[in-house]
């Protein structure tokens, strides 16, 4: 035994004259560097121990009689190694479990020899010569499969040797997550952000929410470009994949986007809560700037809780999932047991608030268009991601539980599954059942296919965010009869009420059209001005009825014709007289 002796480097000539040592340890040296033809001079060798060292190779030569063989604790020793180098090991300890799938690790590799066996015994039968060099060859295969068994850390769901997502019904389930939440997560932020350049309470966490959501789907994306990539021989990509730097921001993106998603979701139910009583009380809600305050310091959080998985070596490279699974060590399993008490917490809170919010609330209050779709949404989006979080849960603590006992393939699939489904079904439910998408794709479609500049006011009902609810798109037309510019800007009626202008729009007249003075061709229009004249869309195809002169009727098709597309609402026209 040669234990705690400091050694760096083995020569060539370290072991002459010692043909008959059976077993050498060493063990717990600083061994970085074996010749490979050390150990010829030891054919006797039966038991070697070369943990705990720092090697990055290993010789194969001289070490075919080995029995057992113990390189655990060798981190830089992630080449493969090749069974038929060691024909009689019959116990093997190894770095990294993808180093065992060569010594039939994997069950693929184990059926493949048995149909080679049974055509083996089938040709046995025919020729006895043959016969029984085939059985001496069986025999030697059943005695290298007996040691494959001792072979330490083992291969299974998250240590696989061919596919890393597994069955099709997984892999296919993970490729659909990460396509819709990478569309629909994109589609929700640009509606949002290219409606409105001062985003209220409600929709910045709504967009927040996405941009967290976006980013589990870009790790899903990751899983599934390396499951494709390695299609069938993960053993070879295991190592690389784990030690690797792509292996920790793959971690940090998925731990970063399931804290910041839920604690976004913890501040949208408490905005939501605020803003509907002062809403009620004040019909408005003053609570912006606290709001991103809030947000910015949930933001810091999450990014704290994905950076420190990363000063433990263990954490991310746990499996190639890259999630800090609990590995047995205190440190792996008190994180996830932080993390999900946590998470547990905040969404009992979201609980709490929203009961308490909707047993407040009257039938009223929940029927007003401008709050009840944000308040729904949020709940809805509360109930999915709690009923999600709660199997996730549930195997996090299911190694402190010793009676219960969890197939990790089922562990695996739980978790591929049920771990980035809220950032595919979040996104979908804004989309499909939230009113306030529809509008913000209108706008987000007239905003694209507007030809000429135009000057967009609307009024947030919470607090004067311009294109919020409703964008009513004045236009400036230069070619009416002549160089004529209309409908300028149609603002002052809009920015003298605190209500949404879609309620204002339906209820109330349209807002003053104001005439720029301009050049005209002679024996046109000797007066600009006529009396206010009230024009209805009549039907669907938008048909322009007036019941004043031919000057207004023109002015008003050039501006309404550019806002094609909304409601059929009731406008009046106030034409100011322009003296010559």
Known sequence: SLQHNQIHEIAEDTFQGLSSLRVLDLSRNRIHQIHREAFISVGALVNLDLSFNE????????????????????????????????????????????????????????????????????????????????????EENEE????????????GAFKPCEYLLGSWMIRLTV?????????????????????????????????????????????????????????????EFGIWWETGSGCRVAGFLAVFSSESAIFFLMLAAVERSLSAKEFIKKGKSNRQKQFQIAAVFAFLCAVVAGCLPLFYKAE???????????????PSLGFTVTLVLLNSLAFLLMAIIYTKLYCNLEKEDLSENSQSSTIKHVAWLIFTNCIFFCPVAFFSFAPLITAIS??????????????????????????????KFKEDWKLLRRHLSRKT????????????????????????????????????????????????????IKSQSCPTLAVVPCQRP???WSDCGTQSAHSDYAD??????SDSSDQVQACGRACFYQSRGFPLVRYAYNIPRIKD
């Open 453 to 504: 500049g135009a000057v967009a006011i609307a009024v947030n009902s919470q607090g004067g965010c311009a294109t919020q609810d409703f964008y009513y798109d004045c236009g400036v037309y230069t070619h009416l009869q002549g160089n004529i510019a209309v409908c300028e800007c149609c603002e002052s009626l809009l920015l003298s009420k605190p209500l949404p202008c879609k309620h204002l």
């Open 175 to 235: 490729w659909f997550i990460f396509l819709v939440a990478l569309f629909f997560n994109l589609l929700v932020m640009l509606t949002i952000f290219a409606s409105c350049t001062t985003l209220p309470s409600s929709k910045l966490f709504i967009s927040l929410i996405s941009v967290s959501n976006l980013f589990m789907g870009v790790y899903t994306g990751i899983l599934t470009f390396l499951d494709a990539v390695s299609w069938g021989r993960f053993a």
């Open 406 to 435: 969890i197939s990790p393939e089922i562990m695996k699939s739980v978790t591929l599954i049920f771990f980035p489904l809220p950032a595919c079904l979040n996104p979908v439910l804004y989309v499909f059942f939230n009113p």
């Open 55 to 138: 090697l990055t190779s290993v010789p194969t030569e001289g070490l075919s009689g080995l029995n057992q063989l113990k390189l655990t604790g060798n981190s830089e020793l992630k080449e493969p190694l090749a069974a038929k180098n060691f024909a009689k090991l019959r116990s093997l300890s190894v770095p990294y479990a993808y180093q065992c799938c060569a010594f039939w690790g994997c069950d693929s590799y184990l059926n493949s020899n048995a149909e080679d066996s049974s055509h083996q015994d089938q040709g046995a039968l025919m020729d006895r010569e043959k016969g029984k060099s085939d059985v001496l060859r069986n």
């Open 316 to 330: 991310y490279s746990a499996s190639p999932l890259c999630l800090p699974f609990p590995t047995g060590e205190t």
């Open 144 to 155: 290298l499969g007996q040691t494959i068994i001792h072979c330490t850390p083992a291969t």
């Open 522 to 524: 002679d024996g046109y």
């Open 540 to 545: 669907e195809d938008d048909s322009f009825v």
